[in-house]
């Protein structure tokens, strides 16, 4: 469930009347920003960049790069995207990064519906003038190419019917994989890249069965081998996105320091999906409401537009 508050009736016009005014004279009104992006849905975003544009004749986006700056500029920046157009820049940028870690591939390919997916690509194929597929498979080699190429390539099936007998069958093949540590198995990989979600957890399920545990926890922990990380993130996206994020979200607050790109993006991209039910997790795991580690992790204008995304009055 989401944690965003929108109106179903509002006034683009009035909208887009409001940013123009908090973006002109001395200084910038950040309040009025968040009062009117923060509760608005993608579609009444939407609306707001081109009804601006229309009537002031600039780019919404790119004046309020130029108006706001650090870790607020960049939440607001990527709240005001298209959520496909978001996924694609946040791709866009972890390829870009020096290092081998590749979450946020893993993250998109593992947690989005086969037509989310399919929108990603094309908007990355529309702002970058290359395929999605293409980038992964220039800044990855060996094992970790062959899973994240075959992941961001996936188109499953999203229905619910599942088959037993090949979920038995293949939850004997990814532990026979694991047991010879052949975790760059061709089945791994291809099992993991084309069946549908229900029938990942029901061969999941009866990996469980067979073994006695999960199959993340015969997975190596703390591997400094890539790909087994990447491995293992696949896994824990595609079996619980929900556990998977309030994971990342208590990562990024937990110990010294805040991992504000991590904060950002997990509270940005659930928003409008499920993140009433991680701040649930999150409270029930950590003792403490998301929303008051936020507040006292963070400060400021960005602080007041993550609690506003997490469904808070500032």
Same mark, same amino acid.
């Given at each position: 469930?989401?944690?965003?508050?929108?109106?179903?009736?509002?006034?683009?016009?009035?909208?887009?009347?409001?940013?123009?005014?908090?973006?002109?004279?001395?200084?910038?009104?950040? #309040?009025?920003?968040?009062?009117? &992006?923060?509760? +608005?849905? *993608?579609?009444?975003? $939407?609306?707001? =960049?081109?009804?601006? !544009? /229309?009537?002031?004749?600039?780019?919404?986006?790119?004046?309020?790069?130029?108006?706001?700056?650090?870790?607020?500029?960049?939440?607001?920046?990527?709240?005001?995207?298209?959520?496909?157009?978001?996924?694609?820049?946040?791709?866009?940028?972890?390829?870009?990064?020096?290092?081998?870690?590749?979450?946020?591939?893993?993250?998109?390919?593992?947690? #989005?519906?086969?037509?989310?997916? &399919?929108?990603? +690509?094309? *908007?990355?194929?529309? $702002?970058?003038? =290359?395929?999605?597929? !293409? /980038?992964?498979?220039?800044?990855?080699?060996?094992?970790?190419?062959?899973?994240?190429?075959?992941?961001?390539?996936?188109?499953?099936?999203?229905?619910?019917?599942?088959?037993?007998?090949?979920?038995?069958?293949?939850?004997?093949?990814?532990?026979?994989?694991?047991?010879?540590?052949?975790?760059?198995?061709?089945?791994?990989?291809?099992?993991?890249?084309?069946?549908?979600?229900?029938?990942?957890?029901?061969?999941?399920?009866?990996? $469980?069965?067979?073994?006695?545990?999960?199959?993340?926890?015969?997975?190596?922990?703390?591997?400094?081998?890539?790909?087994?990380?990447?491995?293992?993130?696949?896994?824990?996206?595609?079996?619980?996105?929900?556990?998977?994020?309030?994971?990342?979200?208590?990562?990024?607050?937990?110990?010294?320091?805040?991992?504000?790109?991590?904060?950002?993006?997990?509270?940005?991209?659930?928003?409008?999906?499920?993140?009433?039910?991680?701040?649930?997790?999150?409270?029930?795991?950590?003792?403490?409401?998301?929303?008051?580690?936020?507040?006292?992790?963070?400060?400021?204008?960005?602080?007041?537009?993550?609690?506003?995304?997490?469904?808070?009055?500032?």
């Amino acid at each position: 469930m989401a944690t965003v508050s929108a109106p179903k009736q509002v006034s683009v016009k009035e909208d887009a009347e409001a940013l123009r005014k908090a973006c002109q004279g001395w200084g910038t009104d950040e #309040k009025a920003i968040i009062a009117v &992006l923060g509760h +608005r849905n *993608a579609a009444q975003r $939407r609306q707001i =960049r081109h009804v601006y !544009e /229309e009537i002031y004749q600039e780019d919404l986006i790119k004046r309020l790069e130029s108006e706001l700056s650090g870790h607020f500029e960049k939440a607001v920046y990527r709240w005001i995207l298209d959520p496909p157009d978001r996924d694609a820049v946040l791709a866009n940028v972890e390829l870009k990064k020096s290092g081998n870690k590749h979450h946020v591939i893993v993250e998109i390919s593992c947690t #989005k519906n086969p037509e989310e997916l &399919l929108a990603i +690509r094309r *908007a990355y194929h529309a $702002r970058y003038k =290359r395929s999605l597929e !293409e /980038e992964v498979a220039y800044h990855t080699k060996g094992d970790t190419r062959r899973l994240l190429v075959a992941l961001v390539s996936a188109f499953r099936y999203y229905g619910e019917e599942i088959n037993t007998t090949l979920a038995k069958s293949e939850a004997k093949k990814l532990h026979e994989a694991i047991k010879d540590k052949k975790f760059g198995n061709e089945d791994v990989i291809r099992i993991l890249s084309t069946r549908s979600i229900a029938q990942l957890l029901a061969t999941f399920n009866c990996y $469980r069965e067979q073994e006695g545990t999960s199959i993340t926890k015969n997975l190596p922990k703390d591997s400094s081998d890539e790909y087994i990380a990447m491995l293992r993130m696949a896994v824990r996206c595609l079996k619980d996105p929900k556990k998977y994020f309030e994971k990342v979200l208590r990562r990024s607050i937990e110990g010294i320091g805040t991992d504000e790109d991590a904060l950002t993006r997990v509270i940005v991209t659930r928003a409008e999906k499920d993140l009433k039910e991680i701040k649930e997790l999150y409270h029930k795991r950590n003792n403490v409401p998301l929303d008051k580690a936020v507040d006292k992790e963070t400060s400021g204008d960005y602080k007041d537009m993550l609690l506003t995304l997490l469904g808070n009055e500032v």
